[in-house]
Structure formats: C-alpha cells, structure tokens
C-alpha cells in the first residue's frame, strides 16, 4: 500500500494563505523536499499542519524549533535498505551520504528560541544597519513604512542596501519612558 500524498496546491485554501508563494515560504522554512513533484507526504503535511498551528498562536517562522524539519519522503526511505558487499552499487554511496546528512540534520540540538533577540540586542549595540532580508530572518516577517514595531523592537528606514531597504534597530524600553526616535 503506498502512502498518500497531498497536492501543495491545496494548501493555500488548507491554510487560508492568501498566496501560493506563502505555501512555498513554509515549505522551505521546513527545509521539506516534496515526496514527488508538487506532492507532500503525510508526514511532510503533517509537520506543516503543526507549523501552521504555530503560527496561528502567535509565533514566527525563525522561532519554531529546527526539530521540525524534513521528514524523509517515503521514496527516498524506501530506497535505501541495509548494503551487503554483494548488493553495492554506484547509487548507494550517494544514498548512504543523502542518509547520514538527514541523520546529522534531525540530530542537531534545537535552536535557542530566543536566539533572534540576542541578535537584534547586538545589532542595536554595534549600530549595524539591516537590509529588509536580514531583518526578515530575524523576526519572521518584512517590515513595512519608514517606522515598524514588532515587539520591543524598532526598525526605522534609513536608505537603501543594494536594491532592498536599510533599517536601523532601536529598543523600546517597557515599563520604563520610552526610547526617543
């Protein structure tokens, strides 16, 4: 009995996106190669089912926890068995290193989540401008207008890096006056 599997196009109405591109940014964020073209595996929906769940309760896609990626698609998996010197051939030295960088990808220790402050904290100190993708890494979404606030944290539009917008970073302090722009 083979496994089945899911069409990416139905996700966008799954998930209420209001593109297919956002489907294609989680997909990715995931690190998740389609089971076959355009297809995703059970286990593949559902690791995007519990991103979505994230998401909806508030989280961002750099927080949710790098032991959520890939799960090995069921042709892949069902292409490597155990070798015999007798059973080797030129696919499975490529099969054997596929499988030990999937093994050292799920090992990996989880991602500290509060890892993107402590990135924002340095950028303030040091005075670093960001670029709109730089910033988009750290907390999960592209800033927008000249001023954006995602928490206690401030971008402000400071010209331009290359073709994208340069943001300066700037603290809110809470409980306490308020940092002056």
């Known amino acids: 009995m083979t496994e089945e599997l899911t069409s990416i196009a139905s996700l966008q109405t799954r998930y209420s996106l209001n593109s297919r591109q956002a489907v294609y940014d989680r997909i990715s964020a995931l690190k998740i190669t389609p089971a076959a073209r355009g297809k995703l595996s059970g286990g593949q929906l559902g690791k995007l089912d519990e991103l979505n769940e994230h998401l909806k309760s508030g989280g961002i896609l750099s927080d949710f926890e790098s ?6 698609p069921a ?3 069902s292409s490597i068995e155990p070798a015999t010197p007798a059973k080797l051939t030129s696919n499975d ?3 054997f290193i596929e499988l030990i960088e999937r093994v050292a990808a799920a090992l990996k220790p989880a991602a500290d989540p509060l890892q993107h402050y402590a990135a924002l904290e340095r950028a303030i100190a040091c005075a670093w401008i960001l670029s709109s993708s730089e910033v988009r890494s750290l907390i ?13 944290f401030v971008f402000i539009r400071t010209g331009k890096i290359g ?7 700037v ?6 006056t308020p940092y002056k722009f």
């Open 140 to 152: 999960g979404t592209r800033p927008t207008g000249d001023r954006f606030q995602r928490g206690s």
């Open 163 to 169: 073709a994208q917008s340069a943001w300066r970073v």
């Open 75 to 77: 042709s892949i998996a």
């Open 93 to 95: 030295g490529e099969n």
């Open 171 to 176: 603290k809110v302090v809470i409980g306490g």
């Open 67 to 72: 032991s959520h990626a890939e799960v090995m």
